[in-house]
T-cell receptor, first 112, second 114 residues
Framework: GQQVMQIPQYQHVQEGEDFTTYCNSSTTLSNIQWYKQRPGGHPVFLIQLVKSGEVKKQKRLTFQFGEAKKNSSLHITATQTTDVGTYFCAGPANSGYSTLTFGKGTMLLVSP | DTGVSQNPRHKITKRGQNVTFRCDPISEHNRLYWYRQTLGQGPEFLTYFQNEAQLEKSRLLSDRFSAERPKGSFSTLEIQRTEQGDSAMYLC????????????FGPGTRLTVL
């Protein structure tokens, strides 16, 4: 079945440093979504990418969708302690567009 | 609060007991999803409804699990004869119908099976 893999599993940075997490799918994706889960919280939708090569920005966050639509990345510039959490990418499951397959996530720790 | 709500937030049960969880989605959302999440993993899809119809179930879903959404509003997830391996966070999410719609997650029900 479809697999969505994320690296790294975990990253610890000093506040102000940049952070990047990478997402790779075993199959071509029609779209990819990114979610953030704070410690003890639930996943919260961040963004969706649909087009090949698409780049979207949200303040200090930059999201990219690969040309082949099999990979994606999330880059955070100048991390802040409020960025702490686990970042998940998710793509449509093989069975259809309505269900999502999530990666295992990248846990980000930011030290002040 | 107009977000997705789930009850109870925590459930501790003994192995072999049945448990039932409830999810109330965002009122205008006609799609409702159930996921399971364990430590260090992403949410794992269990099943989803469009209105009252259960359109998809994960192949990994044991026949001890059953879900309903009788009037197309709230949903219940029942686990019969619970096992220790069922211990996890059970998340509910809802969305509008249509491709590519973002899912709004509830706070989850944490199940501990002793």
């Amino acid at each position: 079945g479809q697999q969505v893999m994320q690296i790294p599993q975990y990253q610890h940075v000093q506040e102000g440093e940049d952070f990047t997490t990478y997402c790779n799918s075993s199959t071509t994706l029609s779209n990819i979504q990114w979610y953030k889960q704070r410690p003890g919280g639930h996943p919260v939708f961040l963004i969706q990418l649909v087009k090949s090569g698409e780049v979207k920005k949200q303040k200090r966050l930059t999201f990219q969708f690969g040309e082949a639509k099999k990979n994606s990345s999330l880059h955070i510039t100048a991390t802040q302690t409020t960025d702490v959490g686990t970042y998940f990418c998710a793509g449509p499951a093989n069975s259809g567009y309505s269900t999502l397959t999530f990666g295992k996530g990248t846990m980000l720790l930011v030290s002040p | 609060d107009t977000g997705v709500s789930q009850n109870p937030r925590h459930k501790i049960t003994k192995r072999g007991q049945n448990v039932t969880f409830r999810c109330d989605p965002i009122s205008e959302h006609n799609r409702l999803y159930w996921y399971r999440q364990t430590l260090g993993q992403g949410p794992e899809f269990l099943t989803y409804f469009q209105n009252e119809a259960q359109l998809e179930k994960s192949r990994l879903l044991s026949d001890r699990f059953s879900a309903e959404r009788p009037k197309g509003s709230f949903s219940t997830l029942e686990i019969q004869r619970t096992e220790q391996g069922d211990s996890a966070m059970y998340l509910c999410a809802s969305s509008l119908a249509g491709s590519y719609n973002e899912q709004f997650f509830g706070p989850g029900t944490r199940l501990t099976v002793l």
